[in-house]
């Protein structure tokens, strides 16, 4: 569970705006130990470099906190919307709710392939030179 805590101006002066927001975890890591089962099947046919395989868990890593930090976001925005006397602004809210749906149906579900074929490149990029 993540839990924003912020002071914010109303009308009635200064209040604490406390927002809970439950994460499961098996919603965007249930593919890692895939893509980790992809990259180690393909060792024996690939060799790559410690380096390639730190910048590959880079990436995997700046997906997951891209899926955490859009979906915290999308949420937050809902909540001030609901509170909120004025309607939010729908184009914002489409831009939150494309990030975090790009993220959540695209790149979590392609993540192994996207190791995998980033992978390949480099090895690929290297062998050429």
């Not at 924003?4 to 439950?22: N, P, Q, W």
């Not at 997951?64 to 914002?92: D, G, R």
């Not at 074929?117 to 690929?124: A, D, S, T």
Request: with cysteine; net charge positive.
């Amino acid at each position: 569970m993540i839990t924003f805590s912020r002071r914010i101006l109303t009308t009635k002066g200064l209040a604490d705006f406390v927002v809970d927001i439950k994460i499961d975890v098996s919603k965007y890591s249930f593919n890692v130990p895939l893509t980790f089962a992809l990259v180690a099947g393909l060792f024996p046919f690939f060799r790559w470099r410690k380096r390639y395989v730190a910048e590959a868990l880079v990436i995997l890593v700046f997906v997951h906190l891209l899926y955490i930090y859009s979906l915290c976001n999308l949420k937050l925005f809902y909540q001030i919307a609901a509170i909120e006397k004025t309607p939010p602004s729908i184009s914002v809210q489409y831009i939150l709710e494309f990030i975090w749906a790009f993220t959540d149906n695209m790149i979590i579900r392609f993540e192994p392939f996207l190791i995998a074929v980033y992978l390949w490149l480099r090895n690929r990029g290297q062998a050429g030179s």
